[in-house]
T-cell receptor
Framework: DTEVTQTPKHLVMGMTNKKSLKCEQH?????MYWYKQKAKKPPELMFV???????INESVPSRFSPECPNSSLLNLHLHALQPEDSALYLC???????????FGPGTRLTVL | DQQVKQNSPSLSVQEGRISILNCDYT??????FLWYKKYPAEGPTFLISISSIKDKNEDGRFTVFLNKSAKHLSLHIVPSQPGDSAVYFC????????????FGKGTKLTVNP
């Protein structure tokens, strides 16, 4: 089973809203990732959690706040986003220090 | 500074023929290379990978070749099928156990029936 699930599939929010994206995996992976992908661009790494600890923050604005409540769950809390933050947000997981990352289907976010 | 480059934004081939997708890199500290396939509105799906100590890895219809001296890798799909139509991303990992993958911009493959 190489499934990573993400909810919601689509999200529309205003610039003053607070919302959260959720990601779950049951592969026993201990590293989880958030990526952002704009149209016709490659995925861009945002955050990495390894053993539930934040190990990489790619200088992401503080309006994006990640959280890893346990080894299977990863959240991305959103607050005061800008229209340019509209994108596909992808979650991935892997075993730490292993190179193959498995991606979820993504959440299509639109900020009005 | 783009460390992983896929210089062909698109490629069109006939069903049954070979598809060759190319990727160049600039950083000699990459130790693993991966290919992902992505359909619209879906997450990337892992296809095949290769370690920097090898020059070829094969999995069914997919073969990846690595030329370290040229800093070039390619993905061969034989025979190509219409269901292979997707965007293909090349990705690379820095040695030393980095958790970060560096992606190319992708090549859109269209396989015509």
């Amino acid at each position: 089973d190489t499934e990573v699930t993400q909810t919601p599939k689509h999200l529309v929010m205003g610039m003053t809203n607070k919302k959260s994206l959720k990601c779950e995996q049951h592969m026993g992976h201990r590293a989880m990732y958030w990526y952002k992908q704009k149209a016709k661009k490659p995925p861009e790494l945002m955050f990495v959690y390894s053993y539930e600890k934040l190990s990489i923050n790619e200088s992401v604005p503080s309006r994006f706040s990640p959280e890893c409540p346990n080894s299977s769950l990863l959240n991305l809390h959103l607050h005061a986003l800008q229209p340019e933050d509209s994108a596909l947000y992808l979650c991935a997981s892997s075993q730490p220090l292993r190179y193959t990352q498995y991606f979820g289907p993504g959440t299509r976010l639109t900020v009005l | 500074d783009q460390q992983v480059k896929q210089n062909s934004p698109s490629l069109s081939v006939q069903e049954g023929r070979i598809s060759i997708l190319n990727c160049d890199y600039t950083n000699s500290m990459f130790d693993y290379f991966l290919w992902y396939k992505k359909y619209p509105a879906e997450g990337p799906t892992f296809l095949i990978s290769i370690s920097s100590i090898k020059d070829k890895n094969e999995d069914g219809r997919f073969t990846v070749f690595l030329n370290k001296s040229a800093k070039h890798l390619s993905l061969h799909i034989v025979p190509s099928q219409p269901g292979d139509s997707a965007v293909y991303f090349c990705a690379a990992r820095l040695s030393g156990g980095s958790e970060k993958l560096v992606f190319g911009k992708g090549t859109k493959l269209t396989v015509n029936p």
